[in-house]
């Protein structure tokens, strides 16, 4: 939940920082790129590339040695939520309580008490390698688009975050954007939202989707590999069906340190106006990760991911299906590089997208 004390600012104060460099914590993530947390966040996935745990297979397939996934960029240049010599953060014994890590300095105004994220795009330059420390070395306030949706009224903010390595190199940039608003109050009986952010539960091509109650294998042979030449546009990928469960997302919290209670708590999601507690952002953006991985191969490199939006969500209780198709190959600057259409479905429709990810591709 969000800091909302100011209960006089208006969405015009949160305007007046647009623009403006904010105030970034010292010193990067609080963690460097270790071989543990990599395994921690395969393991939600079930995602078994052998570039992020076996070294001889990464240095084959050109790289320095083993990585993490992309999408674990934003968990890594996460700062403590508590550290020696700070009070404590857990000041009342009631269930749901949720503590908040210590506010950073710079923290802009916002009159919403609630928020999540929306839309994603995040470019990467190169990998994150055991040792590897990375931080947000710029952050900037995009747009503020106030908007009165089904669950409250509010306005989707959108960032820009650039990622640096400890040698001080470019290693990601991501434009984010969360909706942050007041929820709308709920009578008793009163059904719960399925809409996340404004968009509508169901389109015409995705509503009433049949999902697979059971996951799909994970890929275990990574020996063949795709060639630029092997592709046609319009291509489809193999489906990967991805059962969320409560452990899941529980494991999915540890594996991320993304701790609001919206992704683990019922009672939380509901308050906010979803239907039960739902996968959060990095999840989704996992699972698009393994499926991608598992159709380029090891020597395939995954240059950007988005933009894409989170258009309903994703609860316990049901599955996520992620689906793609090959949109275009081309060649530019040397390289052979390919765009992929990526969706998520549940049972509801399209959760997720659709968007682009493009990547690159050896030749033969």
């Known amino acids: 939940m969000l800091d909302t004390a100011q209960t006089l600012v208006t969405w015009e104060d949160t305007k007046a920082w647009i623009g403006r460099a904010l105030s970034v914590p010292e010193g990067g993530g609080v963690d460097a790129v270790e071989a543990g947390t990599i395994r921690r966040r395969l393991e939600v996935l079930e995602f078994g590339c052998p570039l992020h745990y076996d070294e001889k297979a990464a240095k084959e397939a050109g790289y320095k040695g083993i990585f993490?996934?992309?999408?674990?960029?934003?968990?890594?240049?996460?700062?403590?939520?508590?550290?020696?010599?700070?009070?404590?953060?857990?000041?009342?014994?009631?269930?749901?309580?949720?503590?908040?890590?210590?506010?950073?300095?710079?923290?802009?105004?916002?009159?919403?008490?609630?928020?999540?994220?929306?839309?994603v795009e995040i470019e990467y330059f190169q990998p994150l390698y055991l040792g590897d420390r990375v931080s947000v070395g710029e952050r900037r306030l995009l747009n503020v688009n106030p908007k009165r949706t089904s669950v409250g009224d509010g306005a989707f903010l959108t960032?820009?975050?650039?990622?640096?390595?400890?040698?001080?190199?470019?290693?990601?940039?991501?434009?984010?954007?969360?909706?942050?608003?007041?929820?709308?109050?709920?009578?008793?009986?009163?059904?719960?939202?399925?809409?996340?952010?404004?968009?509508?539960?169901?389109?015409?091509?995705?509503?009433?989707?049949?999902?697979?109650?059971?996951?799909?294998?994970?890929?275990?042979?990574?020996?063949?590999?795709?060639?630029f030449e092997d592709v046609k546009e319009g291509d489809d990928l193999p489906k990967v069906a991805f059962p969320i469960t409560i452990q899941r997302l529980v494991m999915e919290a540890g594996a991320n340190r993304d701790f609001n209670g919206i992704h683990h708590n019922r009672e939380i999601a509901r308050s906010h106006g979803a239907p039960d507690m739902f996968c959060n952002n990095f999840f989704l953006q996992g699972m698009w990760e393994r499926s991608v991985r598992e159709y380029i191969g090891l020597r395939g490199i995954i240059r950007k991911i988005g933009p894409l939006r989170m258009r309903i969500f994703n609860p316990a209780g049901d599955t996520v299906l992620v689906k793609g198709n090959v949109l275009r190959k081309f060649r530019q600057d040397g390289q052979n590089l390919v765009e992929l259409k990526m969706w998520s479905e549940n049972s509801r429709g399209i959760s997720v997208g659709p968007g682009p990810v493009l990547v690159t591709l050896p030749s033969r």
Request: aromatic share 10%.
């Open 159 to 227: 960032w820009e975050s650039r990622f640096c390595n400890q040698c001080g190199d470019l290693v990601g940039v991501a434009r984010t954007s969360q909706y942050v608003y007041v929820p709308n109050p709920r009578r008793e009986g009163e059904p719960v939202s399925e809409e996340q952010g404004g968009a509508k539960a169901a389109s015409a091509s995705g509503a009433g989707t049949n999902v697979p109650e059971w996951g799909t294998d994970p890929r275990s042979d990574w020996s063949s590999q795709l060639f």
């Open 68 to 119: 993490a996934p992309y999408t674990m960029l934003q968990t890594y240049s996460g700062s403590a939520n508590w550290q020696p010599g700070q009070p404590t953060l857990w000041r009342r014994n009631q269930p749901d309580f949720t503590m908040r890590a210590q506010v950073e300095q710079g923290e802009i105004p916002q009159p919403g008490t609630h928020g999540f994220a929306t839309d």
